[in-house]
């Protein structure tokens, strides 16, 4: 458990810790967030692989106020493990940052496990906001190449 202060309420934040697990094989390890109005039951998880030092990140949207929090991590299925944190951080962060970054998607269910084969669609509703793969500027005027892209 770790204790942070939250600066805006409203406002989007990501958080990134190293997690090393020690148990007989691996773990889905989750984190949640708990102000002083409201649980984020999962707001991350990492398959922590034992003994080595997994990534884990993830991301909320604090909609009510709150002075602190408690990040907390947890194995998913409530095995008893032995769970390190390190470099644990939570940062505030603009519309304008996150539109600029790449994501992985990863479907889970409210305790965080996994879900295997779901089937997302997106659409893209706004074509002031670029969506895709990164490509030469080149190739975006390119008419065959347009017409694939939509087939």
Same mark, same amino acid.
């Given at each position: 458990?770790? @204790? ?21 094989? #691996?773990?889905? @390890? ?33 909609? #009510? ?42 479907? #889970? ?10 089937? @997302? ?11 895709? #793969?990164? @490509? ?16």
């Amino acid at each position: 458990m770790i @204790i942070v202060q939250v600066e805006n309420f409203y406002c989007e934040y990501q958080t990134n810790s190293w997690i090393k697990v020690q148990c007989a094989n #691996s773990a889905l @390890i989750r984190a949640s967030l708990k102000t002083e109005n409201r649980t984020y039951n999962c707001i991350g998880t990492v398959l922590a692989k034992n003994g080595c030092w997994s990534f884990l990140k993830g991301g909320f949207v604090l909609d #009510s106020p709150s002075n602190l929090a408690l990040l907390l991590f947890q194995n998913s299925d409530d095995r008893d493990i032995d769970i390190t944190i390190d470099s644990s951080s939570l940062q505030p962060f603009t519309d304008q940052e996150w539109r600029k970054c790449a994501v992985t998607i990863h479907v #889970s269910d409210q305790q965080g496990n996994r879900l295997q084969g779901a089937v @997302i669609t997106i659409n893209q509703v706004s074509k002031d906001f670029p969506f895709g #793969s990164a @490509i030469a500027h080149t190739i975006l005027g390119n008419l065959p190449y347009q017409n694939w892209f939509v087939e």
